[in-house]
C-alpha cells in the first residue's frame, strides 16, 4: 500500500554528505514526517513473537512508525495485521496494548466490526446503509507480515517491499543466536515490558547504542560506583548484568578499538561482545549439558562461543541474544521517541537465565537506569544545542579509513569507528532518496 508522501519537495540528499549530516535532520518536523512515509513507511519493522499470540482472538497493538496496527491470531492459527482504524468515520478500534478479540475487533463509535483481516463482518442498523456501498470494500487495510524463526516483522509498503529474507540478510545470525541459545530451540516473550520516552529524535538512539567512544565520559559517574560495589563482591558469578553493563563501560580505549565491529546493507550493525555477567557454576554446568543434549556437543559450542553486543537492526528494533533482550523504537515526533524492551525465556533453560535477561533489561531499559539516565539527558541535549549557533553540519568521519574487511554481506571495522552511522546514512538515503 502506497503512503502519502507528505513532503515530496524536500530534498533528501542535500541534507547528506559522506562524513557528516545537516543537523536539520534531527530537528526539522518536515524531515520526521518524510522519514515516516519513506523509511518506516518502506523498511520492514520487528512488530510481535509468535508467543505473544498463543490462542485464536488474542492480539497485541504496536506501531509501525506513528501508525498504530493491531495483529491478531485467526480462528485458522495465523496471524493478520491490520491498521488501528475504523474504515467509517476513522476512529481508533483498539485502545489498549493486548487482549482476547475472538469475535473480531469492533468500534466503539458504530459498533462496525472487523474480522482479524479487517474484513467487515458486521454493521449496526445495516438498513440505513442499503445501496450505498459495497460491504467487501468497507475492510481495515491490512499490513504484509513475515515471520522469521517466530519472530514477526510488518510491512507497509505491501508487496512493493523486497522478501524479510533480503531485509535481514547478515542480521539472520543474531536472530539465529537468540533462538539457538534455546535447549529447545524455542523462545517465549516474558510478560515484563520496559517503556521510556526521551525528548529527542529517534536517530540519536541508533547513533550511541554502538558508540564505544561515550561510555567512559558520558557514563563515568556509574563506572565509579560499579567499581566500587565489584571490590566488594567476592565471586565473580556474583556480578549481575546491570553492574557488568556499567563496569563495561569504563574499559580503556584501545580494549574497543581491538574488538571488531559489523555494519551491512541495510544500515544494521553490531560489535562484539564486552559484558560480563557470567551464570552461577550450577547453572552454567546445567545450561551447557541441556544445550549439548539438544544441539550435540559441536553445535552447543558454537552457540556458547558467539558473542555479540546490540544488533541495531534499522530503523526499528535493537537485539540482544546473550540476554534474550528485544527493545522497539517507536517515533511519536521528530522530538519525542519511546523504547519498549522485552525479555524472551529460553524455554527448557534454567530459572537463572531468565532472572539475569530481566535484570540487564531492567539496566538497559528503565528510565531509572544508571546508564539509561545519562544517555537520555545527551539526547536531549543534542536536540538543543542542534537547534542553535552558526555550525549546520555534523561530522560521524570517525574512523572512515579503518576497514578490516569488506564483502558483499558485512563489512568489519574497529568497534571505535562511525562505520556503522555512516552505514546508517546509506540506508536513510536509499529509502528517503525513493519518492
Known amino acids: 500500500m502506497a503512503l502519502h508522501d507528505p513532503q515530496a519537495t524536500l530534498d533528501p540528499a542535500a541534507l547528506v554528505r559522506s562524513d557528516a549530516v545537516h543537523r536539520s535532520v534531527y530537528t526539522d518536523p518536515a524531515v520526521f514526517d518524510l522519514e515516516m512515509a519513506r523509511i518506516f513507511g518502506r523498511a520492514w519493522l520487528y512488530l510481535a513473537h509468535d508467543s505473544e ?66 474484513a467487515l463482518r458486521f454493521i449496526p442498523w445495516h438498513q440505513g446503509y442499503e445501496g450505498q456501498f459495497d460491504k467487501s470494500e468497507m475492510g481495515v487495510a491490512q499490513v504484509r507480515l ?20 533480503h531485509f535481514l540478510g547478515h542480521m539472520r545470525s543474531t536472530i539465529d543466536d537468540l533462538v539457538d541459545r534455546s535447549p529447545t530451540g524455542r523462545v517465549e516473550c516474558g510478560p515484563y515490558v520496559l517503556r521510556h520516552y526521551y525528548r529527542a529524535n529517534w536517530k540519536m538512539t541508533f547513533e550511541n547504542l554502538n558508540d564505544t567512544i561515550h561510555p567512559g565520559f558520558a ?24 553492574l557488568g553493563m556499567m563496569l563495561a563501560n569504563g574499559k580503556p580505549v584501545q580494549f574497543f578499538q581491538d574488538l571488531d565491529m559489523i555494519t551491512a546493507p541495510g544500515g544494521h550493525s553490531y560489535i562484539g561482545g564486552h559484558m560480563g555477567a557470567d551464570y552461577s557454576p550450577d547453572t552454567q554446568d546445567a545450561y551447557t549439558r541441556a544445550l549439548i543434549d539438544f544441539h550435540g ?79 537520555l539527558e545527551i539526547y536531549e541535549r543534542c536536540l538543543l544545542g542542534n537547534a542553535q549557533g552558526p555550525r549546520e553540519w555534523v561530522p560521524f568521519s570517525r574512523g ?24 546508517q546514512f546509506a540506508a536513510w538515503s536509499d529509502y528517503m532518496g525513493r519518492a
Open 53 to 118: 499470540l498463543p490462542a485464536p482472538g488474542d492480539y497485541v497493538v504496536r506501531h509501525m512508525g506513528t501508525q498504530s496496527v493491531i495483529l491478531t491470531r485467526d480462528k485458522d492459527g495465523a496471524v493478520k495485521a491490520i491498521h488501528n482504524r475504523c474504515s467509517h468515520r476513522g476512529a481508533t478500534l483498539c485502545a489498549f496494548r493486548k487482549g482476547s478479540a475472538p469475535h473480531g475487533h469492533q468500534c466503539p463509535y458504530h459498533g462496525w466490526m472487523f474480522e482479524p483481516d479487517g
Open 146 to 165: 513475515e515471520t522469521y524463526r517466530g519472530f514477526i516483522f510488518g510491512n507497509l509498503a505491501g508487496e512493493a517491499a523486497p522478501p524479510l529474507d
Open 219 to 242: 557514563h563515568a559517574a556509574s563506572v565509579v560506583s560499579a567499581k566500587s560495589v565489584a571490590q566488594t563482591l567476592e565471586r565473580r558469578e556474583d556480578l549481575a548484568p546491570t
Open 297 to 375: 556437543p559441536d553445535k552447543a559450542r558454537d552457540v556458547l562461543r558467539v558473542d555479540r553486543h546490540l544488533m541495531l537492526l534499522y530503523p526499528s528494533s535493537f537485539w540482544h541474544a546473550r540476554y534474550q533482550t528485544v527493545r522497539i523504537l517507536r517515533p511519536v515526533r521528530h522530538d519525542l521517541t519511546e523504547m519498549i524492551g522485552f525479555v524472551f525465556r529460553l524455554v527448557g533453560a534454567p530459572d537463572e537465565t531468565y532472572r539475569n535477561a530481566v535484570e540487564y533489561c531492567t539496566g538497559a531499559n528503565s528510565a531509572a537506569s544508571p546508564v539509561i539516565s545519562d544517555d
Open 400 to 423: 572512515a579509513h579503518e576497514d578490516r574487511e569488506r564483502t558483499n554481506a558485512f563489512t568489519r571495522t574497529p568497534a571505535t569507528s562511525e562505520a556503522y552511522i555512516r552505514n
